[in-house]
């Protein structure tokens, strides 16, 4: 089997509001909150929100995906998500938030997105340039940001 290597994309995103009030925004309940077009099915939480050992399903455009909660340090303001599509595609995505100034904080990201077979591996260089990627991050960081800004979803055609 030659399948290609793992892809590894990041981005920092600068968001107009504290850790403490971002980080409780990285839960698939909380983000349907401030994203447009952002829906899931819960599977497990103790909580009901965002946990270490949350599961959850999304199916969207961007395919069917189980998704695992495997670190939520909220002392750290980290959290880690891995999402498996069926037997293609693990993708696992690392969220950090830092200190920039009183009221703006850096998130960054990091998706490693990894083929399990050799049709995978091309669609996963296919899919995600770095130029789609920055797109769908620059989309989430804009409307997170305005979320933060005026309490309410952005909504765009």
Known sequence: MNIKRKLIRTYRQTLEGTREEIFPLLCPVREKEWLQGWDYEMMYSESGFAEKGCVFETNNDYGSYRW???????????????????????????????VKSEKWTFCDIQYTFVPLNCEAAEQIYRENTEEVFNGHMKKWEKSLNHYLKHAEMLLEE
Do not use: N
């Not at 303001?77 to 037997?87: D, E, L, P």
């Open 68 to 98: 695992v909660v495997t670190e939520h340090d909220q002392e750290c303001h980290r959290i880690q998500f891995v999402k498996m599509q069926a037997k293609d595609i693990c993708v696992i995505i690392d969220i950090r938030l830092t």
